[in-house]
């Protein structure tokens, strides 16, 4: 506005001193003709027109300069970035300059606070992508098989576990619904029912057969908004050996009572009778006695078998091993034998290595494992029969065998892969002695666990068993 108003007092200036100059134009008389002035004003005001045109054009020029310097300046920030305050070169654009930089400051400082906001992002979406990835190795570390579905029954991860137990393939990419991958219906059926209770951080476990193992299926509900609830997380834990072992302790129990109240029922039927008085003479009350010495004896092998084995079974058995020689241990056995044997009128055929075989053992179990031995060969044995203990080396494999063989009733085939088992007593030679099935279970216990051998046995029924153990 400033310029404009100077441009026009100086055109209008410029106008009066060319239209002054035609007035004092003298017509010869030194007055001036009325037509003179006439002509002046008109000249005035052409020259005022003129004038007023040139200047309007230079005046829009010059505006175009200054507008265009300040255009490229903010277009020059725009493309760098840099907000450095624009400058007018004329004065006539200072104000529009300063709003320029005041829209300049608002956009710098917001453009900040956009920049801190997007840094804080990318720090919160790090934290929760560590966080997926943490999830993730957890979830694969796992042994047990985990499921985890969204609120559209869709997996959203499982481990390898889930995998090899249900027998699928984890899509690469994408979510696809379990249904579609997982064959197992009632698994399936049991993630949407969990789901449809949207019971939150509700859970229920349920045992679940898949092919011969038994699982336990663990399911929970995961928290989530909306009206779907969120998704569901199984875990299916292989119980079958858990419900071997109980079944074994429950058939161990219920063996234990029976073996111990057989030996017991018969002491107290003839410690009663004795004391009723029904022993007829000295004679049967003696009769009485050693049945009450055998079964009471029975009855202290039987517990001291059993205490053994759960001993051992449970590591608490103190074992001390030493170099001891082999010969030595089952030399000490025969003889310990012998007695019993010529009561029944065996035969006992030493083989036993003169050489000092030596081997890490523990020489109390050691012993008992060996003793146990020929005791069964002396109790399956008829009158008559031979026993044979033999030891041998085998240099190379650096094993030593100790090899106790009978010429007894021997085992049916049936039988042979189980008379190593807690408690199993061959049923046709339960006639040939007492017993109570714990004898080879002590046997294998000491060889296998505590000296980390090995045992065998083979066996022709009516020709006669052999029972060896093996150590390096
Ligand atoms: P038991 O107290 O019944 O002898 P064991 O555990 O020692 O228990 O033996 C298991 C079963 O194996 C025995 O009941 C018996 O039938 C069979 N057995 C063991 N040793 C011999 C053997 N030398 N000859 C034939 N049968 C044997």
Redesign the pocket.
Known sequence: MAIRRVQVLVLFAIAMIISGMTLVVPDGVGKLPTWAGEKSVNTAAAVLVVLGGVGGLLATRHLRTICGDLSRQVIARQRTGEMTPVRASDHALAPLAGSINNLLQSVQSQLADARRHNQELEIQLKVVQIEREHAQSIIHSISDAVLVTDPWDELVTANDAAARTLGFRMPEQGRRPVAELIKDARIIAMICEMRATRSANGRRTVEHPIGDRTFKVTLSCLPGSGEGGGGVVAVLRDMTREAEVAQMKNDFVSHVSHELRTPLASIKAYVEMLVDGEAQDEKQKSEFYEVIQNEANRLGRLIDNILDISRIESGLVKVNKQALSVTVVVKEALELITPQASGKNIRIVDQVAPAMYQAMADKDTFHRAVL?LLS??V??TPAGGTITAATSVDEAAKRITIRIS?T????PPKDLPF?FDKF???EA?KGM?K???????LVKHIVENVHHGRVFVE?TVGVG?S?GIELD
């Open positions: 146990n069964n060969a109790k399956y009978d007894g009733v021997g085992i008379v199993y007593r061959v030679n002695a017993g109570t099935g714990l004898g080879l279970s066996s068993s029972f």
